[in-house]
Nanobody
Framework: QVQLVESGGGLVQPGGSLRLSCATS????????IGWFRQAPGKEREGVSC????????SYADSVKGRFTISRDSAKNTVYLQMNSLKPEDTAAYYCAAKRFLLCSSYGPRTMDYWGKGTLVTVSS
């Protein structure tokens, strides 16, 4: 049974940092591309970052480039999203999602097969 469980969200001041974790089970992480997505109230879900199954290549939305870093620990079956220099506009529910052998150039809210339930990030003073 495939499962993805996000953790690490919370309340942080602007300029602060958080590290989100996506713990996976039920599949071989190295065979799956993992994407991080977020959805703010009243807005559509958007892609934040992706790490490819094939070669570990990464991609980032322009809005988070240089501030967020995605990484994968295959031994722990976990993908991380390190978020630095957080801004109020980063406030959203953050989700991780998986799809087997997907190129990051093709990842998006409608292309992923498995989803976690999300973790809430609030950036506020």
């Amino acid at each position: 049974q495939v499962q993805l469980v996000e953790s690490g969200g919370g309340l942080v001041q602007p300029g602060g940092s958080l590290r989100l974790s996506c713990a996976t089970s039920g599949f071989t992480l190295d065979y799956y591309t993992i994407g991080w997505f977020r959805q703010a109230p009243g807005k559509e879900r958007e892609g934040v970052s992706c790490i490819s199954s094939r070669d570990g290549q990464t991609s980032y939305a322009d809005s988070v480039k240089g501030r967020f870093t995605i990484s994968r620990d295959s031994a722990k079956n976990t993908v991380y999203l390190q978020m630095n220099s957080l801004k109020p506009e980063d406030t959203a529910a953050y989700y991780c999602a998986a799809k087997r052998f997907l190129l990051c150039s093709s990842y998006g809210p409608r292309t992923m097969d498995y989803w976690g339930k999300g973790t809430l990030v609030t950036v506020s003073s």
